[in-house]
């Protein structure tokens, strides 16, 4: 009955910066922890990075120190701002509750030159 929309990507120069955003449609940031996840062509879906019902966050190795996932309770909204994009982050990217199993269309960020 969740749903989120996903909005922000684009296309950027390697080294630029992006603002993803994630709508849900109720109060549930109490209840669930939530992800950030991203699928490029040919690869699988991979958790990027997640931030608990107590607010503490946690990130993929491949990210750290250029992403920061947060969260707006009262907008019920979640956010990843991508600094220093890489080519290797091209991908289309999707939130979701940790363990949730219903996806939605996700946002496509392209890293190229």
């Known amino acids: 009955q969740v749903q989120f929309v996903e909005s922000g990507g684009g296309l950027v120069q390697p080294g630029g910066s992006l603002r993803l955003n994630c709508a849900a449609s109720?109060?549930?940031?109490?209840?669930?922890?939530m992800g950030w996840y991203r699928q490029a062509p040919g690869k699988q879906r991979e958790l990027v990075a997640h931030i608990t019902r107590g607010g503490s966050t946690n990130y993929a190795d491949f990210v750290k120190g250029r992403f920061t996932i947060s969260r707006d309770i009262p907008k019920n909204t979640i956010y990843l701002q991508m600094n220093s994009l890489k080519p290797e982050d091209t991908a289309v990217y999707y939130c979701?509750?940790?363990?949730?199993?219903?996806w939605g269309q996700g946002t496509q960020v392209t890293v190229s030159s």
């Open positions: 979701n509750t940790l363990g949730g199993d219903s």
């Open positions: 109720g109060d549930i940031f109490s209840i669930y922890a």
